[in-house]
């Protein structure tokens, strides 16, 4: 394998004045040795891994990264420069900047490679060491591990690992720890932490055993050294897998950049918690995303809006299939065999293989089937992305008890946060350790369901299905003006994030129309799916009329982009989205506000939940509904070409536009 780093990859005076320049320019020294294939398409990955967290350090270190298909080898640039870079770090700009390029497969060996280069970074000397060099090729010898002052590892450890033996000597075990870190792309925020708190560890005289959850995969502790431990920290930025591991231990739960940046305060924060005897602090409902503990990461104790952004997000990711099979089942039926199939008798009692009519309506039987579970589905998984698998039963029988009182899908979104509370409640009462490996299998979901049923039977049960019964006669009324509003107010949800949270917020209401669908919630869900679509055709037909605008790899997604607006995916527009946030997101909003409130106008109904133009057929008034995402599309063009266009015209100051050796200027984030 190619060597990660050589002198050609090391730039000792980087002039860049942004992150996004400085990517670009060491990004240029990869396709140079021919590292990077595509470099605009690998500078859309670096700002996107980019966009989900800062990576900038605490003492001048920045390390933008990804992983990329347009990367045919594991790479890494390094530039040095004098005035700093905003990497996002609290305590300032950074002057040694790595950037970490993983082929999209990176295998274990490519992972050890880039984790190794991440816990150096931790190493004072290393970095000093980084600011002196004068000659790139010594710099890439440094990097790689070939320089002298390694040697002292040795020395170090062996004086490390004799601080236990001298406290076990003096008759006390050490304080033991037991560690997850993780964080988005699992290549450097992942292994500097478990880095910081290891050493940390070893300065405390504390015995800390981390489990890395790169996204590479995993090597799950020994569940022995779990038992053992005193008490558990959570250094995470995505999902903690397995967390009911931890189960009866002391829980420190923060983002990964904390484990980074102030690790001997989390293990004193955990000899505290061990101290005050929390064991309630774990539970199988912590370790979602990490705390907000001020390092921008995590947000499973964040403000109590973003937490329950994430719950009902749960809920509705584990719903979409079954709207999506159930809807186009139904929707097919239909297509065959007319809106009066819905009403056919029993297919198990009344099927003939020749006539066609049998078919649609065994096509609707199964879909209204699945459609069946809608409700129940969404309050289970909201329960579960709360609080795990004891949560889900309570869930779904809350979620069942909605359709029961007819509280429908409202019903369904509070029965799955009751269960979900109830359960986090439970699982905080101490209880003896023999009853530990019962309580997630029968007692909690025991206690829970009774209380979640009889909180949905005789107390929420009826106001909401009154709120839902207002909710739908509101809808019906709809007419005009507030008609209009409604669908632009729709239109700039969908467009706003592409696929986002509150894309899905407007999808989950359309769709949980259709459990109980009427001529209003029709219309919501023609109005969703139509503005859906005009991101990703607004950029194909740009693409396509302006194609001096776009870069090459820019001018591919849009030919793919025709493919997938048709079929409704609105996040085939993200990439041009990624590269020109603040050109690209305002034009197709206002091209979706315009599909929207067009086709609340014209009353177009939709019953199927997914589908885009190949659904046409099942649209009510199928010509207004396509002249209204036309002329969504038309407008979201014509702003992004003007804008760009601008753009283009304007002397670009930081010289970042054209500098790929191509006729097409791209514009980064910063732009």
Not at 369 to 387: E, H
Request: one cysteine or more; hydrophobic letters at 50%; proline letters at 5%.
């Amino acid at each position: 394998m190619s060597e990660l780093i050589t002198a050609e990859l090391v730039d000792l005076d980087l002039s860049a004045a942004t992150k996004d320049a400085a990517a670009r320019s060491l990004a240029e020294r990869m396709v140079a040795a021919h590292r990077v294939t595509d470099l605009d398409g690998f500078l859309a990955d670096v700002a996107a891994r980019e966009a989900q967290m800062p990576t900038g350090l605490d003492g001048g270190i920045g390390i933008p990264h990804c992983r990329s298909e347009h990367v045919n080898a594991p790479t890494l640039a390094f530039g040095r420069s004098a005035a700093g870079i905003d990497f996002g770090a609290a305590d300032g700009p950074a002057d040694l900047i790595f950037l970490i390029a993983a082929p999209a497969g990176a295998d274990d060996d490519h992972l050890t490679i880039l984790s190794g280069l991440a816990r150096r970074l931790m190493d004072p000397e290393f970095s000093a060491a980084l600011r002196a060099g004068s000659d790139p090729a010594a710099v890439a010898a440094l990097i790689r591990g070939e320089e002298p002052t390694e040697e002292r590892a040795p020395e170090e450890e062996q004086a490390e690992d004799t601080e236990p033996e001298t406290a076990e000597a003096a008759g006390s075990a050490p304080f033991r720890i037991v560690a997850v870190t993780s964080c988005p792309t699992g290549i450097a925020h992942t292994y500097m932490a478990a880095e910081s708190l290891a050493a940390a560890g070893r300065a405390e005289g504390v015995e800390v055993t981390v489990e890395t959850q790169g996204s590479g995969g995993f090597k799950k502790l020994d569940p022995a050294v779990i038992a053992a431990a005193d008490a558990v920290i959570w250094a995470h930025d995505v999902e903690v897998r397995e967390k009911a591991r931890f189960s009866g231990k002391p829980l420190v739960d923060v983002g990964v950049k904390a484990g980074i940046n102030r690790p001997a305060e989390l293990i004193a924060e955990a000899r505290r918690t061990a101290e005050r005897g929390e064991i309630a602090a774990v539970s199988e409902a912590d370790g979602g995303s990490g705390s907000d503990d001020g390092d921008g990461s995590g947000a499973d104790h964040a403000h109590f809006g973003v937490r329950l952004r994430t719950y009902l997000m749960s809920g509705v990711s584990y719903m979409v299939p079954f709207v999506a099979a159930g809807g186009l089942l139904i929707a097919l039926s239909f297509a065959i065999g007319g809106y009066e199939i819905a009403s056919a008798k029993s297919v198990a009692d009344h099927f003939v293989w020749g006539e066609a009519d049998s078919w649609a309506a065994l096509l609707n039987q199964i879909g209204s089937a699945a459609f069946a579970f809608l409700v129940p589905v969404l309050a289970g998984y909201i329960a579960y992305g709360m609080a795990d698998r004891p949560a889900l039963v309570p869930g779904f029988v809350g979620g069942s008890i909605a359709l029961t009182v007819n509280a429908g899908f409202l019903g369904g979104l509070v029965a799955g946060l009751l269960a979900g509370a109830v359960v986090m409640a439970i699982q905080r009462v101490p209880v003896h350790a023999t009853l530990r490996g019962i309580m997630p299998v029968l007692v909690i979901p025991l206690i829970a369901s009774a209380l979640v049923g009889f909180l949905m039977f005789i107390v929420v049960g009826k106001p909401i299905a009154s709120l839902q019964n207002a909710l739908t006669d509101w809808l019906n009324g709809l007419s005009g003006s507030n008609a209009v509003i409604l669908g632009v107010v729709l239109g700039l949800m969908m467009c706003f994030d592409m696929g986002g949270p509150l894309n899905k917020v407007a999808y989950a209401f359309a769709v949980g129309g259709l459990a109980d669908p009427t001529d209003g919630s029709l219309k919501v869900m023609a109005a969703v799916m139509a503005a859906g679509m005009v991101p990703p055709l607004a950029m194909a037909l740009a693409t396509t009329v302006r194609k001096k605008l776009f870069t090459k790899t820019e001018r591919e997604n849009g030919r793919a982009a025709w493919v997938l607006g048709a079929s409704f995916i609105t996040e085939g527009a993200i990439p041009f989205a990624a590269a020109d946030p603040l050109r690209v997101i305002p034009s197709v909003m206002a091209g979706g506000a315009v599909t929207g409130a067009l086709s609340m106008a014209f009353g177009a109904t939709l019953r199927a939940p997914h589908g885009g133009v190949f659904v046409v057929p099942l649209i009510g008034e199928p010509f207004l509904y396509l002249l209204a995402i036309a002329a969504g599309t038309l407008v979201a063009t014509a702003l992004v070409v003007l804008l760009k266009g601008a753009r283009r015209a304007a002397p670009d100051a930081a010289g970042e536009a054209g500098a790929t050796g191509s006729d097409d200027p791209r514009v980064t984030v910063a732009a």
